[in-house]
């Protein structure tokens, strides 16, 4: 596998670890490898225990790795709770007059982190640019690309912040090259700049997939972990004509987003599952008057407020069932960034040619997490805004109905303003033309209608993806983000012997069932993975496939998967 | 030239008859024919009650959504194509209590709404409970000892959120009423026209003769000035023997849609996508 390579740094909120991890993250990506960066915070501004951590590979990475290689502690608390994950010979960089640990352990370097800081950078909050000096002098990495990425990370706050960091960097790799005696084995050998792929959170990649999809109208409150998606949507919003309009509550957002998207704009917002309850009452609406919106659901933990800066998949029965009554929608719940990319320009387009809610789940561990990705591709997104009329392809002005019967339940749409036409849109059960009704007859037909359109959604849901696609003894059944660690251990399970693979969906309302899934899946004993309680996706998938789920795998703990972690329980359940 | 007869609507009428909405659905209809608006470029979003049918009665593009959230389905209206004229219209439940939050925030918001709220001092819908503008004492099925909470006063609210027109119209004054409906349409910025109007079928308490005997105009006795904010802090609480009605208050401020950066040159629903120009944001990431 070549460079596998995980660096944790763990301190207190407000002692610039996701700098450190961004800084870093950011070289190796320029340099050509893949990086995985996961935040593990608590929910608080200053002080508690946060850790991100760093890994390197020369392929692909999407999950976290329990086998810390080197682990920067910023305070005492990191080296209570994090130096069992060091594995043996890994490092531990401290700062053993401030932390006041002490240890025979050669591989526990203690080097003066803060008096660098304060010599070399002028302050004490240098010490996060000592510390990645240290740990590129400890990976065999040149210090020349991170004088570089310096740079340009501080240019905007002028001259004398670049220069303390750079000079705070150069004195924490120096002090290592000098004074660190030890053979550290785990290197990322220097490779020339490149600047061809990205470094991008789930959060990020979501955001641009709906700006590429011709994003024009966001309305949202924020709320962990969606915010991320709110505020990069704010960021460019000038640049690229795009309303975002913070609203008082997520009703208001979600009937903004429903206005919007009736007056011609294409509309959307994000929320996490509490914000989302709040939505549900809009949702309907959108169901009822068939008007196109796209709402990302950035899962958490929960009930009530739960654990708002931790990962969960719970929320995937809740969005497939939301609001009362019946209306066809589209869950999507992508694994990988490139995929939640390209997944934002499928929702947008189903939701208008459908005329109806699409949903996109994430969570905060694929939410928040930075992925290297090759360069994504805007243009590859199609805008197909659906049926929507004007001039003379309105078969009528006088008499244009906005709820036309028709046998794929979608009926033409005019936009306000844009033809001579009027439309008339109701929640209450209406006529063909919108107007209110209580007659069984329209009722019914009106359902049908309504209800057809997922005959066309169905048709267009992607399958799985399988990974490798041998036949198998072990198959993991999972959706979203827990993609990367099943990937690798299926990937561990067929080094070592075990003939498994993966089964990943994405697409996943209505479930693309097939007679596929009988023919792949005979042999294999089936374990979902998930991160919740229930097996949410395993009761789906076996109520809509008949297919019975051997075994579930599931956490409920607030922290992601590891490949590591799935393995273990893999051979426990055999 | 928009005559009466293109604001026309064939759906048969479902209020009680002698209803105040009658007269607020001409007084309307005649405001938007005095103004010479186009019914395919007006919206009028409504919610659930009553009043939240009338923009069955005409025709123009109306969007009836979810009781209580008129407004922000009409803010993302107006922010997608605000070349069109937006109007919301709802019963006091649906404005004053189940909307609360939006109305004081589109308030805030200064969007370029006309918000006709048919207040008759209860729930007719639902068949006559009391509202957040019934009479404290009040008594029906919902409050059998009688109201326990005094009613909001939806013009002092009004008022307090610096919004740039506060009316009160009668249903009972069909030409005052379309006077002021224009004045709430042509005026920059969200209006409020707090309409007075009696429930023949539930409310015995606020009748047309209890109205009528009390309402008179700001403007008959003396000059009023309604730029003086302290002036209509003091006209907006007003109740009882006499109920003033007219424009209380009228105050300059730029609009939501105004101050839009992405809609200065055209608006969203015209804008076309072109995605050669996201170039520089995915060169950030690499």
Known sequence: MGVDVSIRIGGQAGQGMQSISFIMGKIFTRHGYYVFINQDVESRIRGGHNFNQVRVQEEPVHAISDEVNLLIALDKGTIDQDLSDLIEGGVLIFDGPTTGFTSDNPNHFSMPLEK??????????????????????????????????????????????????????????????????????????????????????????????????????????????????????????????????????????????????????????????????????????????????????????????????????????????????????????????????????????????????????????????????????????????????????????????????????????????????????????????????????????????????????????????????????????????????????????????????????????????????????????????????????????????????????????????????????????? | MVTLEDYHSDDPVAWCPGCGNFSILEALKNALVELQEKPSEIVIVSGIGQAAKTPHYLRCNTFNGLHGRTLPVATGIKLANHELTVLAEGGDGDGYTEGGNHFIHAMRRNIDLTYLVHNNQIYGLTKGQTSPTSELGYVSKTTPMGALNPPLNPLLLAIASDCGFVARGFSGDTLHLSNLIQEGILHKGFALIDILQPCVSFNRVNTFQWYSSRVYKINDEEEYDPTNRLKAFEIAQEWGERIPIGIIYRGERSTLNEQEPAIREESLVKQRIDQSTFESIFGSFK
């Not at chain 1, 066809?328 to 809610?357: D, H, I, L, S």
């Not at chain 1, 693979?501 to 042999?523: G, Q, V």
């Not at chain 1, 374990?527 to 599931?554: C, H, M, R, W």
Request: neutral net charge; glycine residues 10%; charged residues 20%.
């Open chain 1, 116 to 574: 660098l800081a304060t010599q070399a950078g002028k302050s004490k909050i240098m010490v996060n640019s000592v510390a990645t000096g240290a740990a590129l002098a400890l990976l065999g990495y040149d210090l020349q690309s991170l004088l570089v990425r310096l740079e340009e990370e501080f240019v905007a706050k002028g001259k004398e912040i670049v220069a303390n960091n750079r000079e705070s960097a150069s004195a924490g790799y120096r002090y290592v090259q000098e004074n660190y005696k030890g053979v550290y084995p785990y290197r990322i050998p220097p490779t020339p700049l490149k600047r061809k792929k990205m470094l991008l959170t789930g959060s990020q990649a979501m955001a641009l997939g709906a700006i590429c999809s011709g994003l024009k109208f966001y309305s949202g409150y924020p709320m962990s972990p969606s915010t991320p998606i709110m505020e990069f949507i704010a960021s460019i919003s000038e640049e690229y004509d795009i309303i975002l309009e913070p609203a008082e509550d997520e009703i208001a957002a979600m009937n903004m987003v429903i206005g919007a998207s009736f007056g011609g704009a294409r509309a959307m917002t994000a929320t996490s599952g509490g914000g989302f309850c709040l939505m549900v009452e809009g949702l309907g609406l959108a169901g009822m008057t068939e008007t196109p919106i796209v709402v990302v659901v950035v899962q958490r933990p929960g009930p009530a407020t739960g654990l708002p800066t931790r990962t969960e998949q719970a929320d995937l029965r809740f969005t497939i069932h939301a609001a009362h009554g019946e209306f066809p929608r589209a869950v999507f719940a992508p694994g990988y960034p490139e995929q939640a990319f390209y997944t934002m320009g499928k929702a947008f387009n189903m939701a208008e040619r459908y005329q109806t809610p699409v949903i996109i789940l994430g969570d905060q561990h694929f939410n928040d997490s930075y992925f290297t990705v090759d360069e994504l591709d805007g243009r590859q997104i199609r805008i197909d805004r659906g049926d929507i009329v004007s001039g003379d392809k309105i078969p009528s002005v006088e008499g244009y109905k906005r709820y036309a019967w028709g046998e794929s339940g979608i009926s033409p749409r005019i936009l306000p303003g844009q033809s001579a036409a009027v439309s008339y849109v109701d929640s209450d059960e209406h006529t063909e033309t919108g107007h209110i009704t209580e007659s069984s007859e329209v009722r019914k037909r009106m359902v049908l209608k309504r209800m057809r359109k997922l005959d066309g959604i169905s048709r267009e849901m992607g399958p799985p993806e399988m990974y490798p696609s041998n036949d198998a003894d072990v198959v993991l059944l999972g959706w979203g983000s827990t993609y990367g660690a099943m990937k690798e251990a299926v990937h561990f399970m067929n080094r070592e012997g075990l003939r498994a693979k993966m089964l990943h969906f994405s697409e996943i309302y209505p479930l693309p069932a097939r007679n596929f899934f009988k023919k792949t899946l005979k042999d294999g004993k089936i374990f979902a993975v998930e991160n919740n309680y229930s097996g949410q996706f395993a009761d789906l998938f076996s109520f809509e496939t008949g297919i019975p789920i051997s075994q579930k795998i599931l956490k409920y703990d607030g922290r992601p998967f590891s490949p590591q972690e799935i393995i273990a329980q893999v051979k426990e359940k055999m």
